[in-house]
């Protein structure tokens, strides 16, 4: 079983930055494929970003709302996941979640923005993007 634990979320102002973590409880957390996701108030889970595992190549790919302006990144050593949002906006306020699955059996990119095919998940860290 997988543990995720997301952190760094806050209010912000518009246009600036914020990075989010995401620790994994386990050791190959790099082998897994990883994504965030957010759910924006009274709207549903969207996705964000992914990378995929490394046997898989750890391919980012990114959502077209936040392309330009989302990185992620990872600490192996650390097994931490990492998502840092540039030149943020008011719609950018929502719930943040890491999400992962086995890095095995390569999925189609529209596959790899489904919430489904994630069986583990983090509680979640909120963003809010205010002046």
């Known amino acids: 079983q997988v543990q995720l634990v997301e952190s760094g979320g806050g209010l912000v102002e518009p246009g600036n930055s914020l990075t989010l973590s995401c620790r994994a409880s386990v050791s190959d957390f790099s082998s897994y494929t990883r994504a965030w996701f957010r759910q924006p108030p009274g709207k549903e889970r969207e996705f964000v970003g992914v990378i995929t595992g490394s046997a898989l190549g750890g391919n980012k790919a990114y959502a077209n709302s936040v392309k330009g302006r989302a990185t992620i990144f990872r600490d192996n050593a650390e097994n931490t996941l990492y998502l840092r949002m540039d030149n943020l906006k008011p719609e950018d306020t929502a719930h943040y979640f890491c999400?992962?699955?086995?890095?095995?059996?390569?999925?189609?990119?529209?596959?790899?923005?489904?919430?489904?095919?994630?069986?583990?998940w983090g509680q979640g860290t909120q963003v809010t993007v205010s002046s």
């Open positions: 999400a992962a699955r086995p890095g095995v059996g390569r999925l189609s990119p529209g596959s790899l923005a489904r919430s489904e095919e994630y069986p583990y």
